[in-house]
T-cell receptor
């Protein structure tokens, strides 16, 4: 079993829809949770970064962490065609070495 | 501000050839990482360097070597390339504080025939 599970999609939505992307994990020691966006032929770009449980909002993006369920989510409101990309969740323990575990990524298409 | 720069962007090798992938960062970060990204597998850590002068193995180190040349540069070497090493390789860096995320380059697409 992978430490981090993420549905690869693809997920196709119409412009303006609310998008929900999710990851589950098995390691209860994970404390830092991240979402990266990756456009085709580009490197991952950090979108959201949260510590421990709770919600964090940045513009149209909201990240949620539920440590009791070992479940994290990224919500995108008023989705745009420019949001079409692969979204990677990532997480890390609060220990030295800074090794980060990534999900396989969910491919999102937003249709105009 | 270039961030993390990787060279080359594309390369085709024959089985058995050797090659070095270059990575440089201009953010004065302490830690640097090499990942490979394969379809359905996500990013897998090959090697990392927590600080200048140190390197450690990650999840998939076999067939690779690394050199932390100085604080800015971290190279990845394939001594005898194999088709299984066909992948997209990403370099990342982080300032070194445990509460900071990694910043990535745009990758090197490597095909081994």
């Amino acid at each position: 079993q992978k430490e981090v599970e993420q549905d690869p999609g693809p997920l196709s939505v119409p412009e303006g829809a609310i998008v929900s992307l999710n990851c589950t994990y098995s390691n209860s020691a994970f404390q830092y949770f991240m979402w990266y966006r990756q456009y085709s032929r580009k490197g991952p770009e950090l979108l959201m970064y949260t510590y421990s449980s709770g919600n964090k909002e940045d513009g149209r993006f909201t990240a949620q962490v539920d440590k009791s369920s070992k479940y994290i989510s990224l919500f995108i409101r008023d989705s745009q065609p420019s949001d079409s990309a692969t979204y990677l969740c990532a997480m890390r323990e609060n220990t030295g070495g800074f090794k980060t575990i990534f999900g396989a990524g969910t491919r999102l298409f937003v249709k105009a | 501000n270039a961030g993390v720069t990787q060279t080359p962007k594309f390369q085709v090798l024959k089985t058995g050839q050797s090659m070095t992938l270059q990575c440089a960062q201009d953010m004065n970060h302490n830690s640097m990482y090499w990942y490979r990204q394969d379809p359905g597998m996500g990013l897998r850590l090959i090697y990392y360097s927590a600080s200048e002068g140190t390197t450690d193995k990650g999840e998939v180190p076999n067939g690779y070597n690394v050199s932390r040349l100085n604080k800015r540069e971290f190279s990845l070497r394939l001594e005898s390339a194999a088709p299984s090493q066909t992948s997209v390789y990403f370099c990342a860096s982080v300032v070194g504080d445990r509460d900071q995320p990694q910043h990535f380059g745009d990758g090197t697409r490597l095909s081994i025939l």
